[in-house]
Antibody, heavy 121, light 110 residues
Framework: QVHLVQSGAEVKKPGASVRVSCKAS????????ISWVRQAPGQGLEWMGW????????KYTQKFRDRLTMTTDTSTSTVYMELRSLRSDDTAVYYC??????????????WGQGTLVTVSS | QSVLTQPPSVSAAPRQKVTISCSGS????????VSWYQHVPGTAPKLLIY???ERPSGIPDRFSGSKSGTSATLGITGLQTGDEADYYC???????????FGTGTQVTVL
């Protein structure tokens, strides 16, 4: 069974960085990229970007391009998302998600369980 | 602000039907496939519909999707209390070169 398991909740101060991990199991890791999606309190879902687990290519949305880095470790089937220069409005639940295997278009299933990142002084 | 607009909320009695609209433009819905997600706060979102109108295995046929032009619709029939959740449409936006989600719709079973 396909699973994505994320690291635990984090509390960070403004200006700090956070790194969230997403460990995949149940499929060939390098066959699917991983996207990161976040949801701030009271807000909707927001796609942040994507990483190829095959060659490490990345695509970030314009909003996060200067602060976001995604990396992949094929030896442990784990993807990492690092967000720098944290602000209070980065407080959110961060999800990793894999493309759905049966689709010809971009969509996501399964998802990780989510990681709450709280930015507070 | 999202480029895909959904109604903030819809509601209906048990066993009734609701529809949720998702309005976009030619750079997103008009030229790309739409998917729909169910999200119960505190849990991982679940894929309900992909490629406009396909259901993943395990998703009951009470859930249906359609697309026409630059809009898409999710239908839920035989509404159950377990369907109370937030629902999001999603698609690729060719202009933004990003995946975009709708503004989200909260479904309430009266």
């Amino acid at each position: 069974q396909v699973h994505l398991v994320q690291s635990g909740a984090e509390v960070k101060k403004p200006g700090a960085s956070v790194r969230v991990s997403c460990k995949a199991s149940g499929y060939i890791f390098t066959n699917f990229g991983i996207s990161w999606v976040r949801q701030a309190p009271g807000q909707g879902l927001e796609w942040m970007g994507w990483i190829s687990t095959y060659n490490g290519d990345t695509k970030y949305t314009q909003k996060f391009r200067d602060r976001l880095t995604m990396t992949t470790d094929t030896s442990t089937s784990t993807v990492y998302m690092e967000l720098r220069s944290l602000r209070s409005d980065d407080t959110a639940v961060y999800y990793c998600a894999r493309p759905y295997r049966g689709s010809i278009s971009m969509c996501f299933d399964p998802w990780g369980q989510g990681t709450l990142v709280t930015v507070s002084s | 602000q999202s480029v895909l607009t959904q109604p903030p909320s819809v509601s209906a009695a048990p066993r009734q039907k609701v529809t949720i609209s998702c309005s976009g433009s030619g750079s997103n819905i008009g030229n790309n496939y739409v998917s729909w997600y169910q999200h119960v706060p505190g849990t991982a979102p679940k894929l309900l519909i992909y490629d406009n109108n396909e259901r993943p295995s395990g998703i009951p046929d009470r859930f249906s999707g359609s697309k026409s032009g630059t809009s898409a619709t999710l239908g839920i029939t035989g509404l159950q209390t377990g369907d109370e959740a937030d629902y999001y449409c999603g698609t690729w936006d060719s202009s933004l070169r990003a995946y975009v989600f709708g503004t989200g719709t909260q479904v309430t079973v009266l």
